[in-house]
């Protein structure tokens, strides 16, 4: 299947200082990517729909400037956290849509997700 | 908006027993189904999908989803598990037409003794 490669995989950080998570996909074009948290024992919380080339799609309650999106190539997604605060601490989780499939048939391939830990 | 809920949240088994994870969603139109699998320490997998057929679904490593559209269920099964079957399963409903961003159970975690 088609992969999708997230980095770092954890990362530590002080608090204030801000964080980039790269999010590719490795062999197909993802015209669309999309940012998820998941909190400890919790399902997945989809944050924001990143779609190249125009500004990100965030869901309510989640602060665009302070989870910058940009998705500035169709392999590549980035989100960086800026100001990181421990309540920010958390498991990130990138997904990329794959719409080149017979059928026309959806499917999103997920990265292996990046821990944040803000100190 | 859809909801999806998996009534397990945690299940321990012994090797060879039989599985069975429940998923119910809410949502009145057509929807495409997943069943998504998360080992320790490894990304979110695509175990097995439906969007239309038979509704018995098979998937990988022997897994297999029946979608019961009566009762708004899609329960995955399999007849005897693995001690390499303990993970993190979540169900995902995207409704049909929509915006192919599905919605997620909050999982249930499997642990297989061997």
């Known amino acids: 299947g088609a992969v999708v490669s997230q980095h770092p995989s954890w990362v530590i950080c002080k608090s204030g200082t801000s964080v980039k998570i790269e999010c590719r996909s490795l062999d197909f074009q993802a015209t669309t990517m999309f940012w998820y948290r998941q909190f400890p024992k919790q399902s997945l919380m989809l944050m924001a729909t990143s779609n190249e080339g125009s500004k990100a799609t965030y869901e309510q309650g989640v602060e665009k400037d302070k989870f910058l999106i940009n998705h500035a190539s169709l392999t590549l997604s980035t989100l960086t956290v800026t100001s990181a605060h421990p309540e920010d601490s958390s498991f990130y989780i990138c997904s990329a849509r794959d719409p080149g499939l017979a059928g026309g048939v959806d499917i999103q391939y997920f990265g292996a997700g990046t821990r944040l830990s803000v100190l | 908006a859809q909801s999806v809920s998996q009534h397990n949240h945690h299940v321990i088994l012994s090797e060879a027993a039989s599985l069975e994870l429940g998923c119910n969603y809410s949502y009145g139109g057509t929807v495409n189904l997943f069943w998504y699998v998360q080992y320790p320490g490894q990304h979110l997998q695509l175990l097995l999908k439906?969007?239309?057929?038979?509704?018995l679904v098979k998937g990988i490593k022997g897994f297999e989803a029946e979608f019961i559209k009566s009762k708004f269920s899609f329960n995955l099964r399999k007849p005897s598990v693995q001690w390499s079957d303990t993970a993190e399963y979540f169900c995902?409903?995207?409704?049909?037409?929509?915006?192919?961003?599905?919605?997620f159970g909050r999982g249930t975690s499997l642990i297989v003794h061997p």
């Open positions: 439906y969007f239309s057929g038979d509704p």
């Open positions: 995902a409903v995207n409704p049909e037409g929509g915006s192919y961003i599905p919605t």
